[in-house]
Every structure is written in structure tokens, then in C-alpha cells.
């Protein structure tokens, strides 16, 4: 099955500063990748994902960017905000009509990063 | 729309109860999901069902069943609790089939097992 790894566990950036975030996933029929932003006691929401086809994905301060040669993708946040200050998960997953088969649409998350931004 | 919600938010049990976590969406949602989250695992899916009247296995079904009672409805019941189901549980829906694939979250049911 897939495997997602995710570095670093914890980040900690002052405002106005860029955070990295990386991600390596294993299954190489994996084509989807999202990234889940989960504030304290809240629920994860979605908040970029990007398709195998695409090399980048960029929304206003966030950006994701994909290597699938490398199989590896990364999120990309600039001039950070202490609202910015959340755990992020990063995902993949097999979607699209022609999966198939008992992977279709599972995601498998990665352990997550747990982001600080300090005003 | 409500979206995806859980019932209960909290929950206790002792060693060997049983309970059922339940999961309704009014998103019109083709597939559902349970997920625990545990302090450094992130989500692990627990089951999934893709369509209305199927289920499958995720990466940690071991304790747990599971029920599709209708397109709405995904139910998640613990037979036998064990400490180590202390969780916080989520469910999620998605429209699958397309070529991207949002699940949207439940709020979550935290439950200790003592």
C-alpha cells in the first residue's frame, strides 16, 4: 500500500517569514495530493491539492509543487501569519475513473508538521 | 447544510463496552470515511465505503465494524472496547470519481477508553 512520510514534525517561523514543508510518497500510481490544514480541536479542512499532471499549484500566499519523478511534493507558505499557526497534513491518494480497485480514494496521510508562526 | 456531523463529541467507556460513533453528511456525498487521529500518526483510516451498500478496510479496521445504513448515514461501532481505541475519531465525505477528490471533515468524537 502507500506510504506517506512527512518533514519536519514541528516548524517554527517568524511572521513574514516562508515554511516549507515535504512530503515523499511511495505508490507510484498515486495522482492525487492534497494538503489538509488542521486548527487546535478543529477539524482537518482542505486547503490546496494538486493532480499528477500538474507541476505546480499556486493560491494567493500558499503553493504546492509536485515531483513525480522523485515522488515527492511540497507546501509552500509565504509571508506567514500567526493565523497561519496550525498542524498540516499532506496526502495522496489514486482518484479518477480509471483507479479502480480497493485503493480508490483512500487517502493515506502523512504524520503531519506542526506549524508556529510568531508574531 | 450541516455538512458532515458526528454524534456524540465525547465519549467515556469502560474496558469491554460497546458503542456506536455515528456519521451523517446532507452533502450528497458517494463515499464516506472513519479515521482516528492519534498524537503523532496523523489520520489512519479505519474503513471506507465508496458507494451506498459497500464497505471496505482501511489501514486499522482491527476492533471496529461498520455500517452504510444509507447513502447518508455511515455508522462506526466499537464491540469491545480496548485503551488502545483512546482516539479522536473523524468521519469524512467525498463525491468520488472525480479526477480530484475533497473529503470534508466531521467535527470529531473524542473517546477515552478507561
Known amino acids: 500500500g502507500e506510504n506517506v512520510e512527512q518533514h519536519p514534525s514541528t516548524l517554527s517561523v517568524q511572521e513574514g517569514d516562508s515554511a516549507v514543508i515535504k512530503c515523499t510518497y511511495s505508490?507510484?500510481?498515486?495522482?492525487?495530493f492534497p494538503w489538509y490544514k488542521q486548527e487546535l480541536g478543529k477539524r482537518p479542512q482542505l486547503i490546496i491539492d494538486?493532480?499528477?499532471?500538474?507541476g505546480e499549484k499556486k493560491d494567493q500566499r500558499i503553493a504546492v509543487t509536485l515531483n513525480k519523478t522523485a515522488k515527492h511534493f511540497s507546501l509552500h507558505i509565504t509571508e506567514t501569519q500567526p493565523e497561519d499557526s496550525a498542524v498540516y497534513f499532506c496526502?495522496?491518494?489514486?482518484?479518477?475513473?480509471?483507479?479502480?480497485?480497493?485503493?480508490?480514494?483512500?487517502?493515506?496521510f502523512g504524520q503531519g508538521t506542526i506549524l508556529t508562526v510568531h508574531p | 447544510n450541516a455538512g458532515v456531523t458526528q454524534t456524540p463529541k465525547f465519549q467515556v467507556l469502560k474496558t469491554g463496552q460497546s458503542m456506536t460513533l455515528q456519521c451523517a453528511q446532507d452533502?450528497?456525498?458517494?463515499?464516506m470515511y472513519w479515521y482516528r487521529q492519534d498524537p503523532g500518526m496523523g489520520l489512519r483510516l479505519i474503513y471506507y465505503?465508496?458507494?451506498?451498500?459497500?464497505?471496505d478496510k482501511g489501514e486499522v479496521p482491527n476492533g471496529y465494524n461498520v455500517s452504510r445504513l444509507n447513502k447518508r448515514e455511515f455508522s462506526l461501532r466499537l464491540e469491545s472496547a480496548a485503551p488502545s481505541q483512546t482516539s479522536v475519531y473523524f468521519c469524512?465525505?467525498?463525491f468520488g470519481g472525480g479526477t480530484t477528490d475533497t473529503q470534508y471533515f466531521g467535527p470529531g468524537t473524542r473517546l477515552t477508553v478507561l
Open positions: 494538486i493532480r499528477s499532471n500538474v
Open positions: 452533502m450528497n456525498h458517494n463515499s
Open positions: 496526502a495522496a491518494s489514486r482518484v479518477g475513473p480509471h483507479a479502480g480497485g480497493t485503493s480508490y480514494g483512500k487517502l493515506t
Open positions: 505508490d507510484s500510481a498515486s495522482n492525487y
Open positions: 469524512a465525505g467525498s
Open positions: 465505503s465508496a458507494s451506498e451498500g459497500t464497505t
